[in-house]
Nanobody
Framework: QVQLVQSGGGLVQAGGSLRLSCAAS????????MGWFRQAPGKEREFVAA????????YYVDSVKGRFTISRDNAKNTVYLQMSSLKPEDTAVYYC???????????????????WGQGTQVTVSS
């Protein structure tokens, strides 16, 4: 079992920045791919970014490329999502997720991830 506890988020003006954190329990963090998803009101949960266990590779949805950065600190069992140049359309509940690393390609579907954080609201005002 893996427990994911999120922090960060909040209200920010368009063009601003926020950082989300997600701390994982257990001693096998290095075995997991970590991902971030988001869900806007009335929409399905969508993939945002993912990172391989040793940070060799990252993957982003096109809409956040160049603005968001996923990173991880394996010594702290924590994954981060640095969000910059935020837009109102980035408003959503953001979730971190994990799955055991099984090789490429990086999983981007919601059903591929086994463990989820509690979600944190990000609101970008115009």
């Amino acid at each position: 079992q893996v427990q994911l506890v999120q922090s960060g988020g909040g209200l920010v003006q368009a063009g601003g920045s926020l950082r989300l954190s997600c701390a994982a329990s257990g001693r096998t963090f290095i075995s997991y791919v970590m991902g971030w998803f988001r869900q806007a009101p009335g929409k399905e949960r969508e993939f945002v970014a993912a990172i391989t266990p040793r940070s060799f590779n990252t993957y982003y949805v096109d809409s956040v490329k160049g603005r968001f950065t996923i990173s991880r600190d394996n010594a702290k069992n924590t994954v981060y999502l640095q969000m910059s140049s935020l837009k109102p359309e980035d408003t959503a509940v953001y979730y971190c997720a994990s799955r055991v690393w099984t090789g490429y390609p990086l999983a981007t579907s919601r059903s591929s991830y086994d463990y989820w954080g509690q979600g944190t609201q990000v609101t970008v005002s115009s």
